[in-house]
C-alpha cells in the first residue's frame, strides 16, 4: 500500500508538472508574450523585443547589443523621415501544434504607420516557438520562412501544418 501510495504521489507530480509547462505554452501564453512584445515596440524598448525575438534570429543580427544598435538606428532615421507608429496591436492567436519537437502557433497582428503623407495598415503575422527553458515564448516573422535561404539559417529542416496567411498592407494618402 505504500509503495501504492509513493506511485500515485510521484504520477501526480509529474502531471502537475506536465501541465504546468503545457499551461506556459498555450493559446493564452503565446497571446500575453505577443502583446508583450508588441507593447514594447510603440514603445521603441528594444531590449523587451528581442527577449521575445527568436534566438537564431538575434544571432543572425550579431547578437544583442549589435541589434539593439541597429534597431535604433534604423527607428531614429525612420522618425527622422517623418515615420509615426499609431498602433501595434495583437488581433489573435491560432492553436498552439506540437511539431518537431516544438510548441508552435502564429499570431495575427495588426500595425497602422503614418509616413510622407501615407497611412501605412499592415496585417502580419509572427510564427511563435515556445521556448521551454526561459518559459516564454520566440517570435519570427512568418513572412521571412518564405525566404529558403533564411528559414534554413534559422530554422533548418522547418516543417509545419499550420496555414499561415500572407502579409496583407494598404495605404492611404492622408
Same mark, same amino acid.
Given at each position: 500500500?505504500?509503495?501504492?501510495?509513493?506511485?500515485?504521489?510521484?504520477?501526480?507530480?509529474?502531471?502537475?508538472?506536465?501541465?504546468?509547462?503545457?499551461?506556459? %505554452?498555450?493559446?493564452?501564453? %503565446?497571446?500575453?508574450?505577443?502583446?508583450?512584445?508588441?507593447?514594447?515596440?510603440?514603445?521603441?524598448?528594444?531590449?523587451?523585443?528581442?527577449?521575445?525575438?527568436? !534566438? !537564431?534570429?538575434?544571432?543572425? =543580427?550579431?547578437?544583442?547589443?549589435?541589434?539593439?544598435?541597429?534597431?535604433?538606428?534604423?527607428?531614429?532615421?525612420?522618425?527622422?523621415?517623418?515615420?509615426?507608429?499609431?498602433?501595434?496591436?495583437?488581433?489573435?492567436?491560432?492553436?498552439?501544434?506540437?511539431?518537431?519537437?516544438?510548441?508552435?502557433?502564429?499570431?495575427?497582428?495588426?500595425?497602422?504607420?503614418? =509616413?510622407?503623407?501615407?497611412?501605412?495598415?499592415?496585417?502580419?503575422?509572427?510564427?511563435?516557438?515556445?521556448?521551454?527553458?526561459? /518559459?516564454?515564448?520566440?517570435?519570427?516573422?512568418? /513572412?521571412?520562412?518564405?525566404?529558403?535561404?533564411?528559414?534554413?539559417?534559422?530554422? !533548418?529542416?522547418?516543417?509545419?501544418?499550420?496555414?499561415?496567411?500572407?502579409?496583407?498592407?494598404?495605404?492611404?494618402?492622408?
Amino acid at each position: 500500500m505504500n509503495k501504492l501510495f509513493k506511485t500515485l504521489v510521484i504520477l501526480l507530480m509529474i502531471s502537475g508538472i506536465s501541465y504546468a509547462q503545457t499551461t506556459e %505554452a498555450s493559446k493564452e501564453g %503565446a497571446l500575453r508574450d505577443a502583446k508583450t512584445t508588441s507593447e514594447a515596440t510603440l514603445k521603441m524598448d528594444f531590449e523587451t523585443v528581442l527577449k521575445y525575438t527568436y !534566438p !537564431p534570429v538575434l544571432g543572425l =543580427m550579431g547578437g544583442k547589443e549589435k541589434a539593439i544598435e541597429l534597431l535604433t538606428t534604423t527607428f531614429d532615421t525612420m522618425k527622422e523621415q517623418g515615420f509615426v507608429f499609431e498602433k501595434a496591436d495583437v488581433v489573435a492567436v491560432s492553436d498552439v501544434v506540437f511539431e518537431q519537437d516544438q510548441y508552435r502557433c502564429y499570431v495575427e497582428g495588426y500595425n497602422q504607420m503614418t =509616413m510622407s503623407g501615407m497611412r501605412i495598415k499592415s496585417k502580419s503575422y509572427l510564427l511563435g516557438i515556445y521556448n521551454a527553458e526561459n /518559459k516564454i515564448w520566440n517570435f519570427i516573422e512568418a /513572412k521571412q520562412l518564405k525566404n529558403p535561404a533564411l528559414k534554413d539559417m534559422v530554422l !533548418p529542416d522547418f516543417i509545419t501544418a499550420l496555414e499561415i496567411p500572407d502579409d496583407e498592407t494598404t495605404t492611404e494618402q492622408l
